[in-house]
């Protein structure tokens, strides 16, 4: 579901700031930009599933997901988001430790490459990285303000991995 606030963001990052209407070149240019993350949603495996669940954020800016996740103080926190540059393309904002015990979020562009040409879904490629640990989900409560969740990233993804691996057997055996 698009609240007023997602709108709100799409109005910001595709629309000038004082348009009060939306013109069909307005509409082409917001549709060329939101239309390949619907179609992705819908089609791509998993997508669906991470959408509704609010793993994946979507409607959230750089700066934003950056306060989202240090206000976490936790390493390996990360989220989910539409890329604002790229169409169709999605992002994960992830914190790492930086020096002396201060903590920077950094970006990273997923590429189909990732995914598609290496025949992985979204979440078999988020289980490879250690450095994402902790998932930072964002729902929205009745009033429309965030409701933000943090879950361990296996804990969240566990039933949308394509293969199940059982931790406790690494394939050696002790001599």
């Given at each position: 579901?698009?609240?007023?606030?997602?709108?709100?963001?799409?109005?910001?990052?595709?629309?000038?700031?004082?348009?009060?209407?939306?013109?069909?070149?307005?509409?082409?240019?917001?549709?060329?930009?939101?239309?390949?993350?619907?179609?992705r949603i819908r089609y791509q495996r998993h997508m669906c599933t991470l959408w509704n669940s609010g793993a994946v954020v979507g409607f959230i800016d750089r700066p934003t997901a950056q306060e989202l996740l240090l206000r976490t103080n936790l390493v390996g926190a990360f989220l989910l988001r539409f890329s604002?540059?790229?169409?169709?393309?999605?992002?994960?904002?992830?914190?790492?430790?930086?020096?002396?015990?201060?903590?920077?979020?950094?970006?990273?562009?997923?590429?189909?490459?990732?995914?598609?040409?290496?025949?992985?879904?979204?979440?078999?490629?988020?289980?490879?990285?250690?450095?994402?640990?902790?998932?930072?989900?964002?729902?929205?409560?009745?009033?429309?303000?965030?409701?933000?969740?943090?879950?361990?990233?296996?804990?969240?993804?566990?039933?949308?991995?394509?293969?199940?691996?059982?931790?406790?057997?690494?394939?050696?055996?002790?001599?």
């Amino acid at each position: 579901m698009l609240t007023l606030a997602d709108f709100f963001y799409v109005r910001s990052l595709k629309l000038k700031p004082d348009c009060t209407s939306v013109s069909n070149k307005d509409f082409k240019r917001i549709w060329e930009w939101f239309g390949p993350y619907m179609h992705r949603i819908r089609y791509q495996r998993h997508m669906c599933t991470l959408w509704n669940s609010g793993a994946v954020v979507g409607f959230i800016d750089r700066p934003t997901a950056q306060e989202l996740l240090l206000r976490t103080n936790l390493v390996g926190a990360f989220l989910l988001r539409f890329s604002e540059r790229v169409a169709g393309q999605f992002a994960v904002s992830y914190v790492v430790a930086s020096g002396s015990a201060s903590l920077t979020v950094r970006h990273y562009l997923i590429r189909d490459t990732d995914t598609a040409g290496a025949k992985k879904t979204l979440p078999d490629f988020l289980r490879e990285y250690k450095e994402f640990s902790v998932l930072l989900t964002v729902t929205r409560n009745d009033d429309g303000e965030r409701v933000i969740t943090l879950r361990n990233k296996h804990d969240a993804l566990a039933e949308l991995y394509s293969k199940k691996v059982d931790s406790a057997f690494d394939g050696y055996e002790d001599v």
